[in-house]
Structures are given as structure tokens and as C-alpha cells.
């Protein structure tokens, strides 16, 4: 990959990841979206497992499957994020240091999907390089590393 063509997806990759939206704490009274300041899915301690084909009415659709992490074992079955309008095939998955975003990649898309972790969706992001919370890639990346403040994101 040329110098140039990274400078430039670097600055895209900054401009969609500085665009997304803010962050309420959910272990925070009042925090959160769902019920006691829990995300919707109801749980504190909570992990993502990607599935790129999950069975529904319309056939099978990107999700993140929702993990209670302290049990080990899988949530109801509608507890999952739609990736629907984002990325086909997600993939690996990187937690931003502050843990208010997770980021997930699609090698078939080359692209990043951008979830919120306390709304438990996608986030839509207001930037040119953001589409319904996707950024596009140049191409294939093989890692992908935030910032610290979760603003700022480098794919090789």
C-alpha cells in the first residue's frame, strides 16, 4: 500500500471514529439505556460473538450474538446486535481502551462496523466516511488498533 493511500484511509478511518456519538456509563445511576441503567440486553457483564448467519423470519443476517459473560452461556435468542444495512461477514472484533465501542471488521465488506456498546447497536455515525456505522476500507487489514479516547483508530 502506498504512503499516501494509507495517510488517506488513516484520515478517514479518524474522521468516522471522531464522529460517533457519546457514551452514558452504564453501571452509572441513570445510565445507560435499558432498565436500572443496564444496556438493553440487561446485562452488566456481557460479551459479543460474531455470526454472520443468524436464522430469523427474513432469512439469515449478521448479528452479534449477546453472552452473559458471567454465566458463560448465551442470552435469549432476540438478544443480539443487527448488523443489517452494516457489514455481511463480521469478524474480528476490538474493544476501544475506554470500552465505549466495539469495532468489528468484515473481510468480505472491507469494512469496520462501529458499535456502541451502551445502546448495544450500531452507531450511525454523521461523517461523509461513515454509512449507517460502517467505515470502508482501501482493502483487507490484518490488525486494527484504537487510541486510548476511542477517536482515533489505525488499520494496517
Not at 457519546?22 to 441503567?37: D, F, H, K, Q, R
Not at 449478521?62 to 443489517?84: G, H, M, P, Q
Not at 483487507?140 to 487510541?147: N, W
Request: net charge neutral.
Amino acid at each position: 500500500m502506498n504512503k499516501s493511500l494509507l495517510v488517506a484511509l488513516l484520515a478517514m478511518a479518524c474522521l468516522g471514529l471522531a464522529s460517533c456519538g457519546g457514551y452514558s456509563n452504564p453501571s452509572a445511576p441513570g445510565g445507560g439505556t435499558g432498565a436500572n441503567g443496564l444496556p438493553p440486553s440487561g446485562l452488566k457483564f456481557r460479551a459479543f460473538v460474531s455470526n454472520p448467519v443468524q436464522t430469523t423470519g427474513i432469512g439469515n443476517v449478521a448479528v452479534l450474538n449477546i453472552v452473559d459473560a458471567r454465566l458463560d452461556e448465551f442470552t435469549r435468542f432476540d438478544a443480539s446486535v443487527s448488523l443489517v444495512g452494516t457489514i455481511r461477514e463480521p469478524q474480528r472484533m476490538v474493544l476501544s481502551p475506554n470500552r465505549t465501542l466495539t469495532i468489528v471488521f468484515s473481510p468480505t465488506d472491507a469494512a469496520i462496523a462501529v458499535i456502541d456498546n451502551a445502546t448495544e447497536a450500531p452507531n450511525t455515525g454523521t461523517a461523509s466516511t461513515t454509512t449507517q456505522g460502517t467505515i470502508k476500507l482501501a482493502g483487507l487489514t490484518e490488525s486494527i488498533v484504537l487510541a486510548p479516547v476511542a477517536t482515533l483508530g489505525y488499520a494496517a
